[in-house]
């Protein structure tokens, strides 16, 4: 079983929250961690959500190839629903885990945000003549770092 830990070390007072072994892209997860990176708690909130309604579209610096303009965010860019709705489960989650040791919602602000991949789960497609194709899926593993501004 492989060890988690957070990349990032800051002091306290803080509140983290890891999500492991998440079914969903690596790519996209990263351009939305680094998209979040910054923000304010609510302000991130609402982003998350309005990313998953298709509101607001999410800027693509690195995994940007043949990606069209969007309106709104001077470039590339794309509406990476199910990473947007899994990150903000985790937002979620480190919001509770602040609640817990007393800190002040109102002030919280997102100083880490970091995907990275995870293992991949390995699987084949069945084709023509006896071959097959591999099918595999990666899972990603995300980390957030909230603390009072």
């Known amino acids: 079983m492989p060890k988690f830990g957070y990349s990032a070390k800051i002091e306290e007072p803080l509140a983290r929250a890891l999500g492991k072994e998440i079914r969903m892209s690596p790519k996209d997860a990263m351009e939305v961690c680094r998209a979040i990176r910054g923000m304010k708690l609510k302000t991130a909130r ?7 309604k298709k509101r607001q579209a999410v800027l ?3 995994h940007n190839k043949k ?4 309106k709104g965010i001077g470039g590339g860019g794309a509406y990476p629903v199910k990473a947007a ?15 817990y040791k007393g800190l002040d919602v109102d002030k919280l602000k997102i100083v880490h945000a970091s995907a990275y991949k995870g293992i991949t ?5 069945p084709r023509a003549f006896g071959r097959a194709t591999p099918a595999n899926k990666p899972l990603t593993n995300v980390e957030l770092v909230l603390k009072e501004a």
Do not use: D, P, S
Request: glycine share 6%; proline share 0%; aromatic share 6%.
């Open 46 to 52: 609402l982003y998350l959500e309005n990313v998953v």
């Open 60 to 62: 693509y610096l690195v």
């Open 67 to 70: 990606l069209a303009h969007k």
């Open 85 to 99: 709705g899994e990150l903000l489960k985790v937002l979620k989650n480190a919001e509770e885990n602040a609640k």
């Open 121 to 125: 789960v390995r699987g084949i497609v």
